[in-house]
């Protein structure tokens, strides 16, 4: 991996709204966090991203990247119904058009074109170095895929690494709450630690005590409270209406000049 041109923290901060994707700045922020903090405690571990779409989640793993690690992008990179005649459209080039643009170098190795579904936990660890420290969780939205992927995520996960799954709350995709709900209920290896509108954060429970309590010191993220999910004690962040306000004209700025 070479030097990078730009820094984890301007492109949560800026160059994110140049990328088409559906992360909220509250997730964006929040993951850069859990990201930090990994790095600053010397957490090891590789990447990885199911369902890549123009990268916009991504690129703030390839970001975090330190050296001798890899970020591992899974995705078919096409375009598929819901997305080919929109403004989303060109998932087959989007990622790396945005990565070379933003300065970011990505290998051949952590491309991986292919449906999470046909492949298995020693697939992916063939294309990284180690375990991973981060797995988002954002491909096909079916029960079953869901259920495939997070099973590859918790077979590939390091001992304090994060799992991220993407539209636990959306009313448009029940399948992942389902499906998340019960992959939970089967496994006593991983709890959720943190919530917001538009994810569900899960990690061993030795650790998830460390990351809420490294999270429960970021105020600049959000509103933090305190909830209750399957008895498991977790964090929820949102975001006041004002600071979405400014989110929302910070991205159209940005989006004007870029």
């Not at 160059?15 to 994707?21: A, N």
């Not at 389902?178 to 650790?207: C, M, N, Q």
């Not at 105020?219 to 400014?246: H, M, N």
Request: charged letters at 25%.
């Amino acid at each position: 991996m070479n030097k990078m041109s730009i820094s984890l923290d301007n492109y949560v901060a800026r160059s994110i709204e140049t990328v088409q994707g559906y992360l909220s700045a509250l997730d964006a922020g929040l993951i850069a966090a859990l990201l930090s903090y990994q790095n600053a405690n010397n957490i090891v571990g590789d990447l990885c991203e199911v369902g890549v779409h123009h990268g916009r989640l991504f690129l703030i793993l390839a970001l975090a990247r330190r050296a001798g690690d890899r970020a591992l992008a899974i995705d078919l990179f096409e375009d598929d119904a819901m997305n080919a005649n929109s403004q989303h459209s060109g998932r087959d080039r989007a990622l790396s058009e945005n990565a070379r643009r933003l300065g970011i170098e990505l290998s051949e190795e952590e491309l991986f074109k292919t449906s999470s579904l046909d492949i298995n936990a020693t697939d992916i660890l063939k294309r990284t170095t180690s375990r991973i420290r981060f797995f988002s969780v954002d491909g096909g939205h079916t029960y079953q895929h869901v259920e495939n992927d997070l099973c590859l995520a918790e077979r590939t996960l390091s001992a304090e690494g994060v799992i991220a799954v993407d539209d636990f709350f959306s009313i448009n995709w029940a399948d992942v709450s389902f499906a998340t709900y019960d992959f939970l209920r089967r496994t006593d290896t991983l709890v959720p630690f943190a919530i917001t509108s538009g994810k569900v954060y899960l990690a061993a429970p030795i650790v998830a005590e460390r990351y809420k309590a490294a999270l429960s010191k970021r105020a600049d993220l959000g509103q933090i409270a305190c909830s209750q999910v399957l008895g498991k004690e977790v964090i929820t962040l949102r975001r006041t209406a004002l600071r979405r306000g400014y989110d929302s004209l910070r991205g159209q700025i940005m989006r004007r000049i870029a």
